[in-house]
């Protein structure tokens, strides 16, 4: 998009706004009003993504880059800032996060980096929380999904050297962690059973991280899977007449194995 574009979108969106003549739901809408539709739209552009559907990318992009001007606009007339300085800021912030490509900064290696770029963002946490904690974890967004959330603890704690050297022994604590689960349930304490899957759920998210794989993505994908062997296990159920209740177990079984054989095969 040229700065020319980006100004029409602005402008546009000004107009949204104007208390006149403007469109009645957008002059309605506020910061906390607007978060739901924020994240639809991020989960949109994944969707899209992962579907390999480029138009639709491209469409969804621009729904989501709505909401960045939405903010910028209402911001302005609150007079808190406006959407260049939103653009200023991440442009400030890119040049000063990536030293080795806009000033004479060399790295040995990706660790050395890395460990400069966590450098970077500490500094900026520090700046931000001003006379506030400056403790390892404080700064973290609050309303994260619990899996993303999880990632980002462990990131920031195994940035500070919290953190196993090697890979193998998380097998093992996720091992250690799953008979514990199973301890709980045995006694029957839910209480005491919901910590223990926390715990296990944790260490998952662990797992991961050191198999460089990203827990929500993965997580999701897997779901994904689910649903596609459910809708074949079901379909199968349909054409002979009958309803998922109707079937034993063992039927069912069979069918998903059968689903996981067909699917894997396409």
Not at 236 to 246: E, H, N, P, W, Y
């Amino acid at each position: 998009m040229s700065l020319r574009q980006t100004e029409k979108l602005v402008s546009i969106m000004a107009q949204l706004r104007d208390p006149e003549t403007g469109c009645a739901w957008d002059r309605q809408q506020d910061f906390e009003s607007l978060i739901p539709y924020t994240l639809e739209e991020a989960y949109e552009v994944a969707d899209a993504i992962e579907r390999g559907d480029n138009e639709d990318l491209k469409s969804e992009l621009g729904d989501l880059l709505l909401q960045v001007i939405f903010y910028a606009q209402i911001a302005k007339e609150q007079k808190l800032f406006d959407f260049e300085q939103v653009a200023m800021t991440i442009a400030d912030k890119l040049t000063r996060r990536h030293p080795h490509v806009f000033s004479n900064v060399v790295f040995e290696d990706d660790a050395a980096r890395k460990q400069a770029w966590e450098e970077a963002k500490a500094l900026e946490r520090k700046e931000k929380q001003g006379t506030g904690s400056t403790r390892i974890l404080s700064g973290l967004t609050k309303n994260l999904p619990a899996l993303m959330a999880c990632e980002k603890v462990q990131e920031r704690v195994a940035a500070h050297g919290f953190d196993w050297q090697e890979t193998a022994p998380v097998f093992d604590k996720v091992l250690e962690e799953l008979a514990e689960v199973k301890e709980a349930w045995i006694s029957g304490d839910y209480p005491h059973t919901e910590e223990e899957v926390g715990d296990l759920l944790l260490v998952v998210v662990n797992l991961a991280r050191h198999l460089k794989v990203n827990p929500e993505i993965a997580l999701r994908k897997g779901t994904d899977k689910f649903t596609r062997r459910f809708n074949y296990v079901e379909q199968q159920v349909l054409t002979s007449g009958r309803a998922v209740t109707d079937c034993e177990l063992e039927e069912l079984d069979a069918l998903w194995d059968e689903a996981k054989r067909i699917l894997k095969q396409a």
